[in-house]
């Protein structure tokens, strides 16, 4: 049995992820941050991007206005799953 290792550099934490769906874009926040926005501009939370030694770890996450802080929805291997999870949440 082999195992893979899997590199990410410094690029692929800025390069914007790729969404498979067309309903939702992503707008940089930061320099991890990116804002997901529906096809009317309304703000469904944010996309926040980490190396891991597995891969790049996509982070859903919302803003909690009165804290100012942002609030964890869940932690995906890919980013259609975190922005399905700020859609549907």
Not at 1 to 21: C, E, G, K
Not at 41 to 66: D, K, N, S, T, W
């Given at each position: 049995?082999?195992?893979?290792?899997?590199?990410?550099?410094?690029?692929?934490?800025?390069?914007?992820?790729?969404?498979t769906s067309k309903r939702e874009r992503l707008v940089r926040a930061s320099d991890h941050l990116w804002r997901v926005?529906?096809?009317?501009?309304?703000?469904?939370?944010?996309?926040?991007?980490?190396?891991?030694?597995?891969?790049?770890?996509?982070?859903?996450?919302?803003?909690?206005?009165?804290?100012?802080?942002?609030?964890?929805?869940?932690?995906?291997?890919?980013?259609?799953?975190?922005?399905?999870?700020?859609?549907?949440?």
């Amino acid at each position: 049995m082999t195992s893979t290792t899997l590199r990410t550099t410094a690029t692929d934490i800025f390069t914007p992820p790729r969404l498979t769906s067309k309903r939702e874009r992503l707008v940089r926040a930061s320099d991890h941050l990116w804002r997901v926005q529906d096809a009317s501009g309304r703000i469904l939370g944010h996309l926040r991007v980490g190396a891991e030694p597995q891969g790049l770890r996509y982070h859903a996450e919302r803003l909690h206005l009165p804290s100012g802080a942002f609030r964890l929805v869940g932690s995906f291997w890919h980013a259609d799953d975190a922005v399905q999870a700020l859609r549907n949440g």
